[in-house]
């Protein structure tokens, strides 16, 4: 499986950003697909995971702020990110499980006025 992550930029505090993560190759049809992020000199957390079936599990800090969403059709998980604050900096990785655990390349999202 590979995945193919965009949508990460430069967005002032209180702005909005959208990702999105392609997921190719053999693709078990029961899977869960999510966000994870890291900060510099911190571990890497949850943001945010959807299953095929379209139930969803957020990190308490992305509550309220972020949706996540997917297109099985097209086997992509969408993530928007709305009201975004500057501890919301970090690099952003898609991770896709089925059969096995994949992660994408990371996308840098930096919030900064």
């Known amino acids: 499986v590979q995945l193919q992550a965009s949508g990460g930029g430069l967005v002032q505090p209180g702005g909005s950003l959208r990702l999105s993560c392609a997921a190719s190759?053999?693709?078990?049809?029961?899977?869960?697909m999510g966000w994870y992020r890291q900060a510099p000199g911190k571990q890497r957390e949850l943001v945010a995971v959807?299953?095929?079936?379209?139930?969803?599990n957020y990190a308490d800090s992305a509550k309220g702020r972020f949706t996540i969403s997917r297109d099985n059709a097209k086997n992509t998980v969408y993530l928007q990110m709305n009201s975004l604050k500057p501890e919301d900096t970090a690099v952003y990785y898609c991770?896709?499980?089925?059969?096995?655990?994949?992660w994408g390349q990371g996308t840098q999202v930096t919030v900064s006025s």
């Open positions: 959807i299953s095929s079936g379209g139930s969803t």
């Open positions: 190759g053999s693709i078990f049809s029961t899977n869960v």
């Open positions: 991770n896709f499980r089925g059969l096995a655990s994949y």
